[in-house]
């Protein structure tokens, strides 16, 4: 499981989460999880909030994702 802090491009976040091999869960307030490539009012609110402070916590069931995730995460918010 890992965290996002600052979502700087939700459709490019998005993206990979559709190229992922496997699943994308994201855990939600209650302690479940949501499959973000099956649920598609989950990826809207993806696409539409900020995280809060905890961040968005993912888990992959595909650890060949994982890089994906990386990148997106070290690249800087586009000028």
Avoid at 2 to 12: E, N, P
Avoid at 24 to 43: E, Y
């Amino acid at each position: 499981m890992f965290k996002i802090l600052k979502m700087h491009d939700a459709d490019r976040f998005l993206k990979i989460v559709e190229q992922s091999q496997g699943q994308v869960l994201v855990q939600l307030p209650d302690g479940s999880q949501c499959d973000l490539k099956q649920n598609h009012a989950a990826r809207e609110i993806v696409r539409t909030m900020q995280p809060r402070e905890g961040g968005i916590c993912l888990d992959l069931s595909d650890k060949r994702d994982l890089p994906a995730f990386i990148r997106y995460m070290a690249q800087e918010k586009p000028a």
